[in-house]
């Protein structure tokens, strides 16, 4: 019954020198307690001895529980008998180390033994005292890198699966731990809790691998705290999600009727160990079949193929094809690590059709002689995989790699006569490109995917005879968010927030869940358009038939209506050995169905039979022998003309008076536009069809200053800003320097001769009649630091980092001085790595590019050089994110810089395996053309429309004439860093209002304190003091508490509108 007034003190177990984040959560914590009771005392800060040693010595859980205890039993401030205190500790994922499945269990056993020694230590030395453990996963960097260097040598995917499954074990054994011990309860005064889930990081960052902005950061603390509290507290009725919603972050208070610390005693947990376990059906199937013979003769056709004609099984694809999880039992999360090949839908082998039911167990009864299927556990590259070459984790972009180790299998296997031997090929992929979708959109566009889909069955045409490839269509995703939406079904949703956060995150009816709608479909619709191309029905012997059986998923539900758990694995993500074989029942029955007519829709429930083939209808169905035709490929778009684009925007009118302020500057009130940078300014060698063009400016289609034409034909920023202003000054037209306007960018230049462009562009500007210096409002890009990653390892002295940023300062320090009404658009230096895949057999693609460009394009992949380069450039990106997101240019009210990040996560189209596509690059594979020009002022101005913190970050070089955003009504104006913020909080003080106005610094929001009643006894203070002085105090804070509780319900939940 301690409620959160009684606790005086609080400590922690667990932190170490690397738990940045985890101190910093703990200390809003502290600074939230102190508010129930200001003496708290918490040997948290700096100035105690007590966090020296975890820091520097790294001592083990053990070591700082007793130094815990040894701290609360000597300090002076702490009655240790009679004050109740509030242990945190922390078990923090990212210190540990297991890379592979047979190693998880002992570690996980070994912290679980660190625990309960650590618990037992505190019980045995503390009175009145309430243990919250925590398991942590915050931390993601390279510290856990460097102490696990195995991290480095599995894939992407299995890292993420692996920690995932780990950090979920890990809490599942600690809550088994728990139950074991009694929650260490044999006495009143003494408890543990274990926090019913683990704090992970933003799920973007751990899906994405790229670090959080500062505002993302903070936001993200600002949740872990509320996590934190909220579990702390007894659990209310009704408050079941205390997370941000995108609108609001809520900090709840404790109950009337529930106002105490939660411990097992008063708010009972669900336990994983009460779990039912789960009903297995028999997944045997009974061959209703008769008919099993082959074909008299090997056919030569494969529209012509029998099942008995089939020797040869394969696939490729993701962990549904891979086994993840086929066998694991509910309380296994960690088994969901094991592949079960032999029990895959589609080309698993183990025992037989009675026992299990797979596409090759039901060949077996047509030819007995049948290979290529895996059985057993292990990994693709294990012998009893043997064709089956599905990864774990595996998006689209895997699959070629796949298709050509499958391929290089077939050929090499004895067992084989590649040449002769009929095979049947299932390729499933795309459930995990929808899930990581919303942190990319472009990598996991429709283009790409349908990209790599088509040069994998393109590479198995090319090299596979006699071959028949199943295409299965991706599932319909969206019912998987069934699983986790009733949380008495008892899923682990925040673990599958992990493994699939894009489709498991989004909100009913939102736009995200509406995108995520499109894109399912898109990828089922990709697929159509390009077998309907007639392009895999060019020789008799090789065919491709889509599968539709996915298209639509019924979840199973149980006769109370809530999803049955059954026909999934442990981890509610990975299906059952129930679903693997209904997947397995529906692909056969698609096989035998005629084109125009398979069964498109997947009920997990329903009793689904084996079809037969029949003496009409003896053959694996294709589209010749189902008489089906073709829609035939899609009509050639007409070829493009211009890189113009389209805009839509109806408000186009300026500010009724010129405003003062640059936070309050509609594009219509931009008179003068400005550019400084290198040749990709001066549009060096943008419409150059030979070398002797490109040294040609082409500086009226340059992306940020050219005014060539109009916006219809030719796509630039000013070209955008005279829609909303026709009388625009300062954009650059033609060729050459005789019609520069203010493009002050001069081709190679450096960061150092930034300066320089800008003291030539003030004495233009003053100099020009046409503009009113002190009045106009201007609006200046920059956009520089190519060459000087170019040259960097002829000269690192003069082009680091730190003197690329000092350059940069520096010429934003004379125009904040001496430009008046002026916006800066800082463009971030693009990763420039990629340019090395940009090639082509060409004198400019090879000899030109390396001069350009000697110290990226001349080293080897993966050579120290490079890499030094890619660390150099993120240093770059780091420098001037610093510069610009200080305060230095705040100063002025008509004066700002804003940073354009639309280049920092660099992407180059492609048009093939490896192969950049050349329209975006001039001769030389360097300088970039004028469809590039094109979408980066595209991308700059949809930045300009994009509020700080919140701008993309990554190219969309697709081309689409109708790109363009608009401003919005409650967003007329250009983005800058204060007319970013969010509208602060209105709350209620008890205090005398200031009279000093504040502002603050930070772009992202505080969580507005709640104002809970208190819940000590009013009359203590008088008791402790005598002096009347004290007393009166203490009268008028009587007062305003009570003013404070009859709002209570309104004051205590706080919410922050962001």
């Known amino acids: 019954m301690v409620r959160p007034s009684d606790v005086a003190v609080l400590s922690s177990v667990g932190l170490h020198r690397h738990s940045t984040e985890l101190s910093t959560v703990v200390s809003r914590l502290r600074d939230l307690m102190t508010l129930f009771d200001p003496a708290l005392i918490s040997p948290l800060s700096d100035e105690t001895s007590l966090f020296g040693p975890q820091s520097d010595q790294q001592s083990t859980m053990v070591e700082q529980a007793r130094e815990v205890s040894l701290y609360l039993q000597s300090t002076q401030a702490i009655d240790v008998d009679r004050d109740w205190k509030l242990v945190l500790l922390f078990v923090q994922v990212d210190r540990l180390c297991a890379c592979k499945q047979q190693q998880v269990q002992s570690v996980i056993q070994a912290v679980v033994e660190e625990v309960d020694d650590a618990l037992q230590l505190l019980h045995s030395q503390l009175k009145r005292t309430i243990v919250s453990v925590a398991l942590w996963d915050g931390e993601h960097d390279t510290f856990q890198q460097k102490m696990c260097q195995c991290m480095e040598t599995n894939s992407e995917a299995e890292v993420r699966l692996l920690r995932a499954l780990l950090t979920h074990s890990l809490q599942e054994s600690l809550d088994e731990l728990m139950v074991k011990k009694r929650w260490y309860g044999d006495r009143d005064d003494f408890t543990v809790t274990l926090q019913d889930k683990p704090f992970i990081t933003d799920l973007s960052s751990v899906a994405s691998g790229k670090p959080l902005s500062e505002s993302e950061a903070t936001k993200q603390t600002d949740n872990l705290m509320v996590q934190m509290w909220t579990n702390l507290l007894q659990p209310i009725v009704g408050q079941d999600n205390t997370e941000d919603n995108g609108n609001t972050i809520t900090l709840p208070c404790p109950a009337e009727d529930r106002p105490f610390l939660r411990t097992e005693g008063n708010s009972p947990a669900y336990h994983h160990s009460n779990a039912s376990p789960l009903f297995h059906p028999l997944t045997g199937t009974e061959m209703p079949c008769g008919d099993f013979s082959p074909s008299a003769s090997a056919p030569t056709s494969v529209h012509e193929l029998r099942p008995g004609d089939i020797k040869v099984v394969a696939a490729v694809g993701d962990s549904l094809t891979a086994g993840n999880g086929i066998a694991s039992s509910p309380n296994q999360v960690l088994d969901v690590l094991r592949q079960y090949r032999g029990l895959s839908w589609s080309v698993g082998g183990d025992e037989n059709l009675t026992v299990v039911t797979s596409l090759p167990n039901i060949l077996k009864h047509f030819n007995p002689n049948l290979k290529g299927y895996s059985v057993g556990m292990g990994k693709q590259n294990t012998p009893q995989a043997f064709l089956n070459q599905a990864v774990a984790g595996a998006k689209s972009k895997d699959l070629p790699s796949q298709v050509r180790a499958l391929v290089a299998r077939m050929k090499n296997d004895s067992r084989i006569n590649f040449e002769s031997d009929w095979k049947v090929i299932t390729v499933f992929i795309g459930g995990n490109d929808m899930c990581d979708h919303c942190y990319n959109s472009l990598f996991y566009s429709v283009e790409n995917y349908a990209r790599n889909v088509q040069e994998s069955l393109d590479y198995l045409q090319k090299e596979v005879p006699r071959a028949l490839v199943n295409l299965v269509e991706p599932l319909h995703i969206i019912p998987l968010r069934e699983m986790h939406i009733d949380t008495s079904v008892k899923c682990p949703t925040w673990l599958v927030k992990i493994l699939c956060p894009c489709v498991i995150l989004p909100k009913p009816s939102s736009k995200a869940l509406q995108m995520l709608v499109d894109l399912n ?19 008799s012997d090789f065919t491709v038939v889509i599968q539709p059986f996915f298209r639509e998923v019924i979840v199973p539900k149980l006769p109370d209506g809530r999803p049955d758990r059954s026909f999934f694995s442990a981890d509610c993500f990975h299906l059952s050995q129930r679903a693997q074989t209904q997947m397995a029942r529906s692909l056969w029955n698609n096989m035998l169905e005629p084109l125009g007519n398979k069964t498109s829709k997947q009920d997990f429930a329903a009793d689904i039979s084996l079809k037969c083939p029949t003496k009409t209808s003896p053959y694996i169905r294709t589209y010749n022998n189902s008489n089906y035709k073709y829609a035939g490929p899609s009509l050639t778009p007409e070829p493009v003309t211009n890189w113009g684009s389209d805009l839509s925007c109806v408000d186009l009118v300026p500010s009724d008076t010129v405003p003062t302020s640059v936070h309050k500057l509609r594009p219509a009130d931009i008179m003068v536009v400005a550019a400084l940078g290198d040749s990709s300014t001066a549009g060096t060698g943008a419409k150059a069809k030979n070398l002797f063009d490109l040294s040609r400016e082409y500086k009226g289609v340059s992306w940020s200053i050219g005014g060539d034409k109009t916006l219809e034909t030719v796509t630039t920023l000013p070209n955008i800003l005279k829609k909303f202003n026709p009388s625009l000054k300062g954009f650059s037209r033609g060729q050459g320097s005789r019609q520069k306007g203010f493009n002050m960018a001069v081709p190679q230049a450096k960061t150092s001769e930034i300066p320089g462009q800008v003291r030539a562009l003030i004495k233009a500007m003053r100099g020009n009649k046409d503009v009113n210096f002190e009045k106009d409002w201007k609006l200046v890009t920059i956009f520089v630091g190519e060459n000087d990653l170019c040259q960097y390892c002829i000269d690192q002295n003069n082009l680091s980092p730190k003197n690329y940023s000092h350059n940069l300062m520096v010429s934003l320090d004379m125009l904040y001085k001496e430009v008046p009404r002026l916006l800066v658009n800082v463009v971030e230096i693009l990763q420039i790595y990629p ?120 190219n969309n070089f697709t081309y689409d004439r109708s790109k363009i955003h608009c401003p919005s009504e409650a967003s007329p ?80 939940h706080s919410i922050y509108k962001p």
């Open 521 to 539: 479909r898109s990828y089922q619709r990709v697929l159509h358009e390009l077998v309907e191309s007639s392009r895999y029905d060019t020789r």
């Open 835 to 954: 340019l090395k895949a940009v090639k082509k057999n060409t004198l400019g693609c090879s000899f030109l590019q390396r001069s350009s460009c000697p110290c990226v394009i001349n080293p080897d992949e993966n050579s120290p050089e490079l890499e030094e380069i890619k660390r150099i450039n993120h240093e770059y990106q780091a420098e001037i994110q610093h510069l610009v997101s200080g305060d230095r240019y705040d100063g002025k009210e008509d004066f700002a810089v804003v940073l354009q990040p639309f280049l920092q996560n660099y992407f180059i189209p492609y048009i093939g395996k490896g192969e950049a596509d050349p329209s975006f690059f001039s001769v030389d594979c360097f300088h970039i053309s004028e469809r590039s020009h094109s979408e980066m002022a595209i991308a700059l101005w949809n930045n300009m429309l994009e509020p700080v913190g919140r701008k993309q970050a990554y």
């Open 973 to 1052: 104006f250009i983005f800058t860093k204060i007319n970013s913020l969010p509208t602060p909080p209105v709350t209620v003080t008890t205090t005398a209002p200031s009279t000093h106005p504040t502002t603050s610094s930070s772009l992202t929001p505080t969580i507005a304190v709640p104002k809970c009643p208190p819940s000590i006894p009013v009359w203590v203070p008088v008791v402790v003091g005598n002096v009347s002085l004290l007393a009166g105090i203490v009268v008028a804070w009587l007062l305003l508490t009570c003013c404070q509780h009859r709002n209570n319900n309104r004051i205590c």
